[in-house]
């Protein structure tokens, strides 16, 4: 397997626009994470799924963050309006139960 | 939530053992004790875990106190490439996996 496997690598956009980030997680593997991670906040649990179900989505800052996961290959995190305060690098991990979790190379999201 | 401690920074000497401490006293007896480190500019990457009994690996040791309200990372022989912030968390089936700020290791030549 390739691992978690996040795109872009990296994303500049302007204020206002719609952003939306993508992450395959590892192939079994029955939960997949969204971070957020900035120098002020450290490493933030933004929603957790299990088996494609949203669990925890106390950490979304705002109604202008959601996110998806139509099936268990594939997770999307979109940002509608974007703000420059949610530059930041998103990280996307997936585990089987609560063994070792994988986490992908993250988006490098700038909004200017 | 069940919760970690662990001191903010630590240095070490470059091939010298390093125990890296983590406290976890309302640990729950379905917890399993994990470890992650983030080298820079890298996403986390998993160290080790375990339950209750010490845990080695190509990586580390995980020694875990009897009572598991505490447990050591140990890195046999501190390379420069050690050199990241060590995550302790606890994670249990069915619930989240959360980090806190974690112990910044610096390995010095």
């Known amino acids: 397997d390739a691992g978690v496997i996040q795109s872009p690598r990296h994303e500049v956009t302007e204020m206002g626009q719609e952003v939306t980030l993508r992450c395959k997680p590892i192939?079994?593997?029955?939960?997949l994470f969204w971070y957020r991670q900035t120098m002020m906040r450290g490493l933030e649990l933004l929603i957790y799924f299990n088996n494609n179900v949203p669990i925890d989505d106390s950490g979304m800052p705002e109604d202008r963050f959601s996110a998806k996961m139509p099936n268990a290959s594939f997770s999307t995190l979109k940002i509608q309006p974007s703000e420059p305060r949610d530059s930041a690098v998103y990280f996307c991990?997936?585990?089987?139960?609560?063994?070792?979790?994988?986490f992908g190379q993250g988006t490098r999201l700038t909004v200017v | 939530d069940a919760k970690t401690t662990q001191p903010n920074s630590m240095e070490s000497n470059e091939e010298e053992p390093v125990h890296l401490p983590c406290n976890h006293s309302t640990i729950s007896g379905t917890d399993y004790i994990h470890w992650y480190r983030q080298l820079p500019s890298q996403g986390p990457e998993y160290v080790i875990h375990g339950l209750t009994s010490n845990v080695n690996n190509r990586m580390a040791s995980l020694a875990i106190a009897e009572d598991r309200k505490s447990s050591t990372l140990i890195l046999h022989r501190a390379t420069l490439r050690d050199a990241a912030v060590y995550y302790c968390i606890l994670r249990s089936h069915f619930n989240d996996m959360r980090f806190g700020a974690g112990t910044r290791l610096t390995v010095k030549p």
């Open positions: 991990a997936s585990s089987w139960g609560a063994l070792e979790a994988f």
């Open positions: 192939s079994g593997h029955d939960y």
